[in-house]
């Protein structure tokens, strides 16, 4: 089957260091997403793993271990505007033109100052 | 500027009134999808096009229909709509590439009452 878990909601101080946490169990693995959403409005892309290891990009760090079915989304120096959901997807399959993204629930995370 | 669109981005409807959400995008991007979006489920897939006159069901097509007749358009249609169907709508496209980034549309909330 397929299974995508992270935490219902999170809380963290503005200027401090927060991980959000994602664990998978999908058919295939060809790459992993996380998108940020703020309420009402469409997901938008932060970061893309296909390999192990830590892809940084600004204050937003993903990580992925694909033995262990794990990702963590890393937001360094928090504002009060990174309040959002954070959305954990992974793309089946084995690799060619294989299209399905599995999303996770979402994390909401409440930044406070 | 490169973007997907949908209308109408707001609808209050009957059940069993047929009724169309349109989606655009003006990438040419080959490969377009449809979302719903419901509280506690996620994100998950309707149907989804990989190019002109090839569409395919994703995870819960039932009760919806899709139409690939030109690149930049796939039009999400309900025949029949039904209160469960109340939910928010987001279309989608990629093109082909290293990181499969998809570019959501701002999506459409549906209520049916």
């Known amino acids: 089957g397929q299974n995508i878990d992270q935490p219902t909601e999170m809380t963290a101080t503005e200027g401090a260091i927060v991980q959000i946490n994602c664990t998978y169990q999908?058919?295939?693995?060809?790459?992993l997403f996380w998108y940020q959403q703020h309420a009402g409005e469409a997901p938008t892309f932060l970061s893309y793993?296909?390999?192990?290891g830590l892809e940084e990009k600004g204050r937003f760090s993903s990580f992925l271990s694909r033995s262990k079915g794990y990702s963590y989304l890393l937001l360094k120096e928090l504002q009060m505007k990174d309040s959002a959901s954070y959305l954990c997807?992974?793309?089946?399959?084995?690799?060619?033109?294989?299209?399905?993204?599995?999303f996770g629930t979402g994390t909401l995370l409440a930044v406070q100052p | 500027e490169a973007q997907v669109t949908q209308n109408p981005r707001y609808l209050i409807t009957v059940t069993g009134k047929k009724l169309t959400v349109t989606c655009s995008q003006n990438?040419?991007?080959?490969?377009m999808s449809w979302y719903r979006q419901d509280p506690g489920l996620g994100l998950r897939q309707i149907y989804y096009?990989?190019?002109?006159?090839?569409?395919d069901k994703g995870d819960v097509p039932e009760g919806y229909k899709v139409s690939r007749k030109e690149k930049r358009n796939f039009p999400l249609i309900l025949e029949s709509p039904s209160p469960n169907q109340t939910s928010l709508y987001f279309c989608?496209?990629?093109?082909?590439?290293?990181?499969?980034?998809?570019?959501f549309g701002p999506g459409t909330r549906l209520t049916v009452t």
């Open positions: 989608a496209s990629r093109a082909p590439g290293e990181v499969l980034e998809q570019y």
């Open positions: 999908t058919s295939g693995f060809n790459g």
């Open positions: 793993n296909v390999l192990d």
């Open positions: 997807a992974v793309r089946e399959g084995y690799g060619g033109a294989t299209n399905k993204l599995i």
């Open positions: 990438m040419n991007h080959e490969y």
């Open positions: 096009s990989m190019n002109v006159e090839v569409t």
